[in-house]
């Protein structure tokens, strides 16, 4: 079985570009999450999505963060203007049964 | 809302003592409680799992065990091994929004 796949693995911008995400969860998982991990830090949820639904985006930041899952399966997370304290590696994480989680690779930003 | 905490930031251990990072949580509801282990430069990855029956989890000499109590779900190994160094994670969740811990990195020495 294909695991949680994330592109791309590394992206180093300077302040102020934008940036997109790419997520494909494992086949057959309703529910997706977006996390953000500073550097030394725990994972901190984002955004997660039932289906196409978003579930809970309290914790994103939604001037200059937006995500979509628009068929439910694929999902895509963006950064507008982004900004040094968005340096950070992103995690994407899907589960069957919104208990486990199962979580990619990751995608490591740096903002300069 | 739910909260999880880990005290210890840092572990350092010689190889072939036993661990122990704590884990408690705050919760209205009974949530599962997970143990994810994180090496350097790789994504979390599910170690342990509470069960709803009491049960203990076991993985890699790895275990764990959930007091509703004391809101604690500690991880436990009897003998620490090199290539046990690396993050541990406790998470938290409820069938909803999951929270983790801080972190416990675990640094084993020969």
């Known amino acids: 079985e294909a695991g949680v796949t994330q592109s791309p693995r590394y992206a180093v911008l300077q302040e102020g570009q934008a940036v997109s995400f790419w997520c494909d969860p494992i086949?057959?998982?309703?529910?997706l999450y977006w996390y953000q991990q500073p550097r030394d830090q725990g994972p901190q949820l984002l955004v997660y999505f039932r289906d196409e639904a978003v579930i809970d985006n309290s914790q994103l930041p939604s001037d200059r963060f937006s995500a979509v899952r628009p068929k439910g399966t694929n999902s895509t997370l963006k950064i507008q203007s982004a900004k040094q304290g968005d340096t950070a590696t992103y995690l994407c994480?899907?589960?069957?049964?919104?208990?486990?989680?199962?979580f990619g690779p990751g995608t490591r930003l740096t903002v300069l | 809302g739910d909260s999880v905490t880990q005290t210890e930031g840092l572990v350092t251990l010689t190889e072939g003592l036993p661990v122990m990072l704590n884990c408690t949580y705050q919760s209205t509801y009974s949530p599962f409680l997970f143990w994810y282990v994180q090496h350097l430069n790789e994504a979390p990855k599910l170690l342990l799992k509470s069960f709803t029956d009491n049960k203990r989890p076991e993985h890699q000499g790895f275990h764990a065990t959930l007091h509703k109590s004391s809101s604690s779900f500690h991880l436990q190994k009897s003998s620490a091994q090199l290539s046990d160094s690396a993050l541990y994670y406790c998470?938290?969740?409820?069938?909803?929004?999951?929270?983790f811990g801080a972190g416990t990195k675990l640094s084993v020495k020969p």
């Open positions: 998470a938290a969740n409820n069938n909803n929004a999951p929270r």
């Open positions: 086949s057959g998982h309703d529910t």
């Open positions: 994480a899907s589960s069957p049964d919104r208990v486990e989680q199962y």
